[in-house]
């Protein structure tokens, strides 16, 4: 959007406040598409703006792109709610560059690669439930940071995986297995974190109990039906994934090697997904705007003369 122009679409409605002034109540809004989110206003609201619309439906709205506070605000001249029909979800949640069958036969082609039976027969009591496959082929990595787009999930753990694997290879005594398994099911629980209709959110259970705490739960219950499933392994594994997000909001730091190796690919490929997306928005070249979370700003070189 560029400022002046008049843009007419589809959005799902992220936030809704109803604001007062001088001029009376209006309604302050941010929308999201595919493509990423705005601020919106609406000075004169009419009933549906003002009482029925609520976060999370879908309307239609056609206003002009001004500028508020150094950003982009869309001020609307109508809004009404969008009719079944009218729009593809595609258009209003991002989802995966990369086909769902491409996705899928990454993960599961690193499972193969597992070769201690216990854990081997742990990560296949996982993806062949084709319940839980498809929530994880579906799934975000995130709400707005990275891999937040329907299908982040299963690239951001296909990538730490990968990387896990060939960093692990320059130290003989890491277990790959472990480095596997952690890889991918480090972030699983989040596919009960994050709930999925007309915008990404956190669920209740994401909220109060988080993706770590989920994810270490549905692992002892799923090991437990494993005959003989060792012990000291499922410490391992769990302190694992209890520990990938290294000294940030998570129960235990890592303590094994490769709980080390899972925790800092985790980062590298977060921060790069997080990276690539604000770089998109920059089209490839000059300065972005501060970033928050990584209290700094990012440059992304010169345009090319080609």
Known sequence: MAVNDTVTGFFAVRKKA???SVRGDFVSLELGDHSGRVNAVCWDPDQFCLIELEAGMVIKAKGVVGEYRDKKQLVLS???????GEFQLETILPHSSKPLEERRARILSLAERIENSYLKALADSFLHDEKFLESFMTSPAGKLWHHAFIGGLSEHSANVAQM????GSHYGFLDKDLLLFGGLF???????????GTM??????????????LMDQWLCERAKRIEGFPDQLLTKVRHILLSH??????P???????????????EIDSKMG??????SRHNGVGWSGFVNLLSRYLYFGEKSEE
């Not at 990404?200 to 705490?213: E, N």
């Open 78 to 84: 109508r809004i009404r709610l969008a009719k079944d």
């Open 18 to 20: 109803v604001r007062e």
């Open 186 to 196: 480090h972030d699983a629980g989040k596919m009960a974190s994050y709930a999925t």
């Open 200 to 213: 990404i959110d956190y669920t209740d259970d994401g909220r109060l109990i988080g993706h770590i705490v």
């Open 274 to 279: 997080a990276i690539e997306r604000i770089r």
């Open 245 to 250: 997000q290294g000294e940030f909001d998570t």
């Open 164 to 167: 896990a694997m060939e960093l």
């Open 252 to 266: 235990v730091q890592p303590m094994v090697p490769e709980a080390f190796i899972v925790y800092y690919c985790d």
